[in-house]
């Protein structure tokens, strides 16, 4: 065995090895959200569809809607 073989069969056990950890934080994040429990998730990210507040977007398409209207 050479070299580069030694290279490769280092480099395909550190990738699966990331692979592994990387499927362990999905399966950990998918547990959390097919059972609703969100104490898991940071409080320091926003999750559009409960925090989203649609009035701004609202007051900027208020031009858009009335060109619309007269058409």
């Keep these: ?3 580069w073989d030694l290279f490769t069969w280092f480099n395909s056990a550190v990738l699966a090895g990331t692979a592994v950890v990387i499927f362990g934080f999905f399966l950990k ?3 959390s ?3 609703g429990d969100r ?3 940071d409080d320091g990210q926003v ?3 409960l925090d989203a507040d649609p009035e ?3 007051e900027d398409l208020a031009p858009a809607l009335e060109v619309l ?3």
């Design 39 to 41: 104490s898991a998730i």
């Design 1 to 3: 065995m050479n070299g």
């Design 33 to 35: 959200i097919l059972t």
């Design 69 to 71: 209207e007269r058409s």
């Design 56 to 58: 701004p977007f609202q």
């Design 47 to 49: 999750d559009v569809l």
């Design 29 to 31: 994040d998918a547990r």
